[in-house]
């Protein structure tokens, strides 16, 4: 190691996406490993309206690992950090800066410690997914700075051992996590399946629904699931196969009506076999059900397919429509049926791309009230609004993987401290 007196600090910033799955990832088969008990595919979310940042750094002055989430210190005791970091130091290569003297021997990377500040730039507690984006962001960026010679690939079977569907989060566009056959999980790993370029009619809206108590973890709902569902092993061995050539094959020829077909079974299937553990587990509320209830019958309004939904491990709706003009009447369709609380404006209550509410000529909240009903929602469940049921929209699309800033403006530490900036 060199460099002035040992004060020197050195760092990197990256930024990741998250992703949301369209054919489910639902049970492990090793806990401590993350082996999941079929393959998965999920579609990257644009960074720009959700993404973790975060910033690793290391200095001989720093006497402990730190890491400060969203501004607060957490601890990094827990296994599933431990394993990310152990797997990531132990690939650490020989780093030098020369403009700053800097000499670090990859032996030497045992002996430091890291500090951590992440960054997600959405609630953590809106069920967003934010530890795939966390986890993958943490191991790409660590990677970054220690200077492994691995792809996204092979870093995503470590991002993988600190939580499962942050695998998919290395790549942008369309990713498949393949379960792997290896007992070590070495074949457990993320590919992209196309880049977020491939189809960019694609818009997505994620409709955040406020939830009244806590959700089931995901880790014990998928242990209860894998121990009492008489289904799952239907799913995991004679189902999911099949839908992962299928949504490989729709994804690559662009069939939104197969896509959507998938996505939106595959959805369900996750649920049913939720509701077919034991003690049940229940992630979806009557808001959720509402949400669907408007996209098919929409969907059969049509004659095929606009939308697709996708709903993860709480009641948030993921809404895939094929084209910005089928998102522009989504959306009209959601503000008529889900309006906001009185006292929530419009420019707070649909967030991200905002382009969007102007293809749907929506400029105020005068304007959602002045929507009406469309013809296939009438005499339905739908006709029963309540205000608030559903806490924001966010509008956003396909995105790119991993990044790194390079601009020190963007780093969450302090250049000279390593602390909190
Ligand atoms: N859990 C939720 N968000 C996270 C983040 N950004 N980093 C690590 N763990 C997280």
């Known amino acids: 190691m060199g460099g002035d007196a040992e004060k020197w600090v050195l760092m990197v910033t990256a930024r990741t996406p998250t992703n949301i799955a369209v054919i489910k990832y639902w049970g492990k088969r090793d806990e401590t490993l993350i082996l999941p008990i079929n393959d998965s595919i ?56 020369k ?55 092979q870093l995503s079977a470590i991002a993988r051992q600190g939580s499962g569907s942050a695998c998919r989060s290395l790549y942008g566009g369309f990713v498949k996590w393949c379960m792997g056959k290896e007992e070590n999980g070495s074949d457990s790993l993320a590919v992209q399946l196309a880049d977020e370029k491939h189809w960019d009619d694609l818009v997505i809206i994620i409709a955040v629904v406020s939830a009244r108590q806590k959700e089931t973890s995901s880790t014990s709902g998928m242990r209860d699931t894998v121990v009492t569902s008489a289904l799952i092993d239907h799913r995991a061995k004679e189902v999911v196969p099949k839908r992962i050539v299928e949504m490989e094959d729709a994804i690559q020829k662009k069939d939104f009506p197969s896509f959507a077909r998938l996505a939106c079974t595959d959805s369900n299937q996750f649920h049913a076999v939720c509701l077919d553990t034991y003690p049940p587990i229940f992630y979806m509320n009557d808001t959720s059900h509402r949400i669907i209830s408007c996209v098919e019958k929409w969907n059969r309004a049509e004659g095929t397919p606009q939308v697709a939904y996708t709903f993860d491990a709480g009641p948030n709706a993921v809404m895939i429509a094929r084209d910005r003009k089928t998102a522009a009447s989504l959306l009209q369709r959601l503000l008529y049926n889900f309006p906001p609380q009185s006292d929530v404006d419009l420019d707070s209550y649909v967030i991200g791309d905002k382009s969007i509410l102007q293809d749907a000529g929506i400029k105020d909240m005068k304007d959602v009230e002045g929507l009406t009903a469309t013809p296939e929602v009438k005499d339905s469940i739908l006709s029963e609004k309540s205000k608030g049921d559903v806490s924001y929209f966010i509008c956003t699309r396909p995105g790119g993987g991993p990044v790194v800033l390079a601009d020190e403006s963007h780093a969450l530490l302090d250049s000279v401290t390593g602390l909190p900036k």
């Not at 960074?47 to 690992?65: E, G, I, K």
């Not at 000499?103 to 992440?118: F, G, R, V």
């Not at 795939?132 to 970054?144: D, E, M, Q, R, T």
């Open 99 to 153: 403009k700053k003297g800097i000499k670090i021997n990859k032996e030497d990377w045992q002996k430091l410690n890291l500090h951590i500040a992440s960054y997600n730039n959405f609630p953590t507690a809106a069920g967003l997914a934010s530890s795939a984006a966390g986890l993958a962001c943490l191991v790409f960026s660590l990677a970054k700075l220690m200077n492994l010679k691995e792809d996204n690939s």
């Open 42 to 97: 999920s579609v990257t979310l644009d960074p720009n309206h959700l993404c973790t940042t975060t910033t690793v750094s290391v200095s001989p002055s720093f006497d402990q690992d730190r890491m400060w989430l969203n501004g607060k210190e957490i601890s990094l005791q827990g296994g599933r950090f431990q394993s990310c970091l152990r797997e990531i130091r132990a690939r650490a290569q020989d780093v030098e800066d």
